[in-house]
């Protein structure tokens, strides 16, 4: 008896904790209505105060000082406009994807959501249909967002769509990479390869990476596309260039057990079968890369000062280079892209202006200068590259650049998800991928096993 | 590192005024590990050095990697050679490493003394009356232990919105001051103290407030030590909850850390090591100054 009032104290006690706990939380807020016309101009004396999230003001060094720095100018050339930087508020340990628009919603649910956030693109479904994010079209019209992609030095053809859902413009493409082979030349000449020539197929990746192995007793070749760590974006590329497609073009249907998919993946699997990769982790492979240990990686441009830093400060250093994604016999190859875009979710009209004023900025001719001059990232208004007061000088000096700017030009958008449960459904894609490639497992029965289970996380039509 | 939890709620079981040797039954020895037999004597030790040896690799790895040169963080050689400090001047231009250390102390010893106090309060309160509601209101502190972090973090970080608190530290130390830890650790060694020592006290005219602080608290040193070095070191660690508050600012050493994780555009390993091994630092030294209390209140639980 005195047990059983105890465990009933507990439970009572429990639940009061609980119901007390769970008081005061709010619920996400709903997208609300955007205004109908455009909003207008900020007059001169109008102050108004905007709040800028970006993940980059989470990373130390270049990352935040080129952000702080780009802040300063826009508020020198805007003085009636305040910007508050802020990062992303993450439990993860590296990296961000999902995390930045988990935080966003975060403080959407407490009432406060930043004007302007910096979304990877998997997740820009969810901002508009989850998060409420603001169609740019409707804000400053469709002719000021198209203007913006135009000017001196245009947007990349290819990038200008990134952004849109259902035909809207709400994220402008910022930051992005696609997949490039960074190869190590010294490796190559050891091991009797050619390093003017690198692979340009995946057979010949094979082939040369076994050549590494066998004789300079380095491992060969790494594709960080193939774990749940990796993200999709770069998987997509693999399966998109074998013909295939993770989703229907009408985003119904999962496809990404069909033959295009199992036959890459299983290219995957045959690498690591026959020794030609290495069984690493993301962050095992990175850093081995980096201290010449393996022989080629796949990989975003993001990487590149890394692998940069680990090859001229070795001992001996060793020579980094940088091919275009290798295809499929007889395929070309479709890279797709990583990145951020910049979205929108000031509801109030002059934080829409004003926030609308910083996205033109950022990506500006003189945005894209500092962001690829001091980071390195992809400069998406290409014909800074060949403009002396561009980034001339600079593509000189950094000619590993010239293999994403050629890829960029047939590139095709990495598909996000839709529904609530799009991080689910990319999880359980990517885990089958990597318990096929590194654990053995065979294709073509995990790729439908895992495509049945992620059919039931779509959102019912 | 880090001290356990259970070894902390064995200590604060312990008996007070217990003193090494008492209580021990006959035949019972304070022998080496291993028992009697050198052959256990052995093993036991060989046990317990792969165990250290487990535990103190990681923390030198650490440190010999934020002491080769920044050209040098991929090598693997166990010792750094030749030896350079340049990690920590990298780590030390890209973020402010010193007030970091010094707002990052201000606010886990905050939250230490805050937590220590309420729950030396709240403890007192149980275990030295009777008062209606006093069940049912320890097992509410006992629910608060069982709610996690990811259920109270929106209404709090609301609360401090609305309170005008957000990316300061006190944002960080104030929804923390209480914890259903030190409460529930607190009564528990309370519930053994000596009522006799507390009505004895209570006869010679002392106030209870007199009692708590004059006869209480001293008896309760090495609990207190040890339970407030682990809450110490908890904040410390903590990283989620600042990470929430400080969105605007990178004013404490777990955010300063975190800058140097990059996902893919790759890890600052030279700057990460220089920069953890100095945020060790204040944990080591508050270990060395603790240790005689921490260690004997070990002692007195062991023996109990």
Same mark, same amino acid.
Not at chain 1, 368 to 392: E, F, H, N, W
Not at chain 2, 29 to 54: E, K, W, Y
Not at chain 2, 259 to 264: A, D, N, Q, S, V
């Given at each position: ?40 101009? +900020? ?20 990352? &935040? ?84 992609? !135009? ?58 990476? +076994? ?25 997509? *590329? ?91 016999? !007889? ?31 950022? &990506? ?6 500092? +962001?690829? *001059? ?88 | ?304």
């Amino acid at each position: 008896m005195k047990k059983s009032r105890c465990s009933g104290g507990i439970a009572a006690a429990l639940a009061l904790a609980l119901a007390a706990a769970a008081c005061g939380g709010s619920s996400p807020a709903a997208s609300s209505p955007t205004a109908a016309a455009t909003v207008p101009e +900020l007059r001169p004396d109008q102050q108004v105060s905007i709040v800028f999230e970006s993940y980059n003001l989470a990373q130390a060094g270049p990352w &935040t000082d080129t952000f702080t720095d780009m802040i300063k100018k826009f508020q020198l050339a805007h003085p009636n406009i305040t910007v508050t930087a802020q990062k992303p508020a993450t439990a993860t340990a590296s990296g961000y994807g999902s995390a930045a628009a988990a935080s966003v919603q975060r403080q959407i649910a407490a009432g406060n959501p930043p004007d302007v956030g910096q979304l990877v693109f998997g997740d820009l479904f969810y901002a508009v249909r989850g998060l409420g994010a603001t169609p740019l079209d409707t804000v400053v019209g469709h002719d000021a967002v198209q203007a913006n992609f !135009g000017g001196t030095h245009p947007f990349a053809a290819t990038a200008r769509t990134l952004g849109d859902v259902d035909g809207k413009t709400y994220g402008i493409p910022f930051v992005f990479s696609t997949p490039i082979l960074y190869y190590n030349a010294s490796l190559f000449t050891q091991a009797g390869l050619d390093p003017a020539k690198p692979p340009s197929t995946w057979a010949e990746v094979k082939t040369a990476a +076994l050549a590494i192995r066998s004789r300079t007793g380095k491992d060969g070749a790494y594709i960080d596309c193939l774990t749940k760590k990796a993200g999709d974006w770069c998987y997509q *590329s693999l399966v998109d260039s074998n013909g295939g497609s993770v989703i229907s073009t009408d985003r119904t249907r999962l496809t990404f057990a069909d033959p295009p998919a199992v036959d890459a993946v299983t290219m995957a699997q045959d690498l690591v079968r026959s020794g030609a990769t290495p069984k690493l982790s993301q962050e095992q492979a990175y850093p081995a890369f980096a201290r010449g240990e393996i022989g080629m990686i796949l990989e975003s441009s993001a990487a590149e000062a890394t692998f940069r830093k680990g090859a001229t400060g070795a001992s001996p250093p060793w020579d980094l280079r940088a091919a275009q994604m290798p295809s499929f016999d !007889g395929r070309t190859v479709e890279p797709t892209n990583s990145g951020a875009a910049l979205v929108m979710f000031a509801k109030d009209p002059a934080k829409q202006r004003a926030a609308w004023e910083l996205m033109k900025f950022l &990506t500006s001719d003189e945005g894209y200068v500092q +962001l690829t *001059s001091k980071i390195g990232y992809l400069p998406l208004r290409t014909s800074l590259l060949d403009d002396p007061a561009g980034l001339k000088d600079w593509a000189a000096k950094n000619p590993l650049i010239k293999p994403n700017i050629d890829q960029l030009a047939r590139l095709r958008p990495a598909v996000a998800f839709p529904g609530d449960n799009y991080v689910q459904i990319k999880d359980t894609m990517l885990e089958a991928v990597e318990s096929v490639v590194y654990s053995g497992a065979d294709a073509r029965s995990t790729l439908a096993a895992a495509q049945d289970r992620a059919t039931k996380l779509l959102p019912k039509a | 590192m880090a001290v356990s939890t259970t070894a902390v709620t064995a200590a604060a079981a312990g008996m007070p005024g217990e003193r090494r040797g008492e209580g021990r039954r006959p035949g019972e020895t304070d022998g080496p590990v291993g028992g009697g037999s050198p052959l256990g004597s052995f093993i036991g030790h060989a046990v317990l050095t792969l165990l250290s040896l487990a535990c103190v690799l990681p923390i030198g790895w650490m440190y010999a990697t934020s002491l080769r040169r920044p050209s040098d963080v991929y090598a693997t050689s166990p010792l750094p050679w030749p030896l350079s400090v340049g990690n920590y001047r990298h780590a030390a231009e890209v973020i402010p490493i010193g007030p970091m250390l010094f707002n990052t102390f201000a606010v886990a010893a905050l939250t230490a003394l805050g937590q220590l106090l309420t729950g030396l309060l709240a403890a007192y309160a149980f275990a030295a009356w009777r008062f209606p509601g006093q069940r049912p209101l320890y097992l509410l502190f006992v629910g608060t232990w069982l709610v996690p972090f990811q259920v109270t973090m929106v209404p709090n970080y609301t609360l401090l919105l609305r309170l005008g608190l957000l990316n300061t530290l006190a944002g960080v130390v104030i929804p923390t001051l209480c914890t259903a830890l030190s409460v529930l650790l607190l009564r528990q060694h309370m519930e053994s103290f000596p009522k006799e020592l507390l009505e004895a006290a209570r006869m010679d005219g002392r106030s209870s407030w007199s009692v708590l602080w004059t006869v209480v608290v001293p008896n309760l040193r090495p609990a207190l030590a040890a339970l407030g070095i682990v809450l110490f070191i908890n904040a410390w660690n903590e990283y989620f909850w600042p990470a929430m508050v400080l969105q605007r600012a990178n004013s404490m050493i777990q955010l300063g850390l975190r800058g140097f994780l990059g996902g893919t555009e790759g890890n600052d390993w030279g700057g990460l090591m220089a920069a953890s091994g100095l945020a060790c630092l204040p944990i080591f030294a508050l270990y060395v100054l603790l240790q005689r209390h921490i260690v004997s209140a070990f002692i007195h639980s062991g023996l109990k």
